[in-house]
């Protein structure tokens, strides 16, 4: 038996390139997003690597367990889960649609952490010498302020960091590792899809492959929190200074 990522996002942006990492690492890929066309060109790039397909809308309720209920029907076990899959949406609060709102908290949230329990307990199981286990979960740097007119966006992100973070003490006895990546503005389908295509963020962008790397090598380390690139922990860590009234005008600024 190999090692195996199970990957969710992994048709674009930071999963696709976090999914040709952790096949050249030599995991076996189980690969979940909803553009069954987009999954199969990863599987024809990777050129005969054991990549297995799961189409699947996360935004829909009990969508994780249908991914696990397909895993095990394959009779695949986990040794890595990267919870990628992921969107924002621009706009007030009040605007915003409630069920737009609800599917992101259903992507972002809901079903990172119901996969999370789910695959935890063979993760937990694994036994690969040298080969590292765990979880790398997606937040943002949406995750260290409040963010006006994508309020529900980084109280995700705000969750997952939170979440990870606890489950890295929860989990401190063991060998399993829980790394949370947290990205600034990165250059993918992001801000199309989060109709923030306009605002100052996109300016300044780090590209897919080198956040995935970040992420990837992080992991690997057995890093807490990965932030890549210098100009975004420096904003980390500014968050940290700033009272949240302060932050959350910055995030106004940036984000308009
Ligand atoms: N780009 C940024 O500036 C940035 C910054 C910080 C954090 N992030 C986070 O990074 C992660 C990856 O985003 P990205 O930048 O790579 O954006 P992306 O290019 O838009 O990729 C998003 C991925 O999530 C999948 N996804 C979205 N909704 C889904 C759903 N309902 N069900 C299943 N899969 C779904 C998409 O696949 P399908 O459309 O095929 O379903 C795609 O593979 C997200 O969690 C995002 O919040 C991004």
Do not use: W
Request: glycine share 8%.
């Amino acid at each position: 038996m190999k090692p195996t990522a199970l990957i969710t996002g992994a048709s674009g942006g930071i999963g696709y390139e976090l999914s040709l990492l952790f096949s050249k690492a030599g995991y076996d890929l189980i690969v979940v997003a909803r553009s069954e066309d987009k999954l199969l060109e990863l599987k024809n790039e990777l050129n005969g690597h054991p990549v297995t397909i799961i189409p699947q809308d996360l935004s829909e309720p009990g969508a994780a367990q249908v991914v696990f209920d397909k895993v095990k029907e394959l009779g695949l076990t986990i040794t890595v889960l990267v919870n990628n899959a992921g969107f924002g949406l621009n706009g007030s609060f009040e605007e915003l649609p409630l069920l737009d709102q609800q599917k992101m908290l259903q992507v972002n949230v809901n079903a990172l952490t119901e996969l999370t329990h789910l695959f935890l307990p063979e993760i937990k199981a694994a036994r690969f010498r040298s080969i590292p286990k765990g979880v790398l979960n997606v937040a943002s740097t949406a995750a260290f302020l409040p963010g006006p007119k994508m309020a529900v966006y980084y109280a995700s992100k705000a969750y997952v960091l939170s979440f990870s973070e606890a489950l890295v003490e929860e989990l401190k006895e063991t060998s399993v590792t829980i790394s949370t990546l947290c990205p600034g503005a990165t250059d993918t389908n992001f801000f199309k899809a989060a109709q923030a295509e306009n605002t100052k963020l996109v300016k300044q962008t780090m590209s897919p492959e080198s956040v995935a790397k970040s992420g990837f090598l992080g992991f690997v380390k057995g890093k807490r929190v990965v932030v890549p690139g210098a100009m975004n922990q420096g904003m980390a860590y500014a968050s940290k200074l700033l009272p949240r009234s302060l932050a959350a005008k910055a995030a106004h600024y940036v984000d308009s």
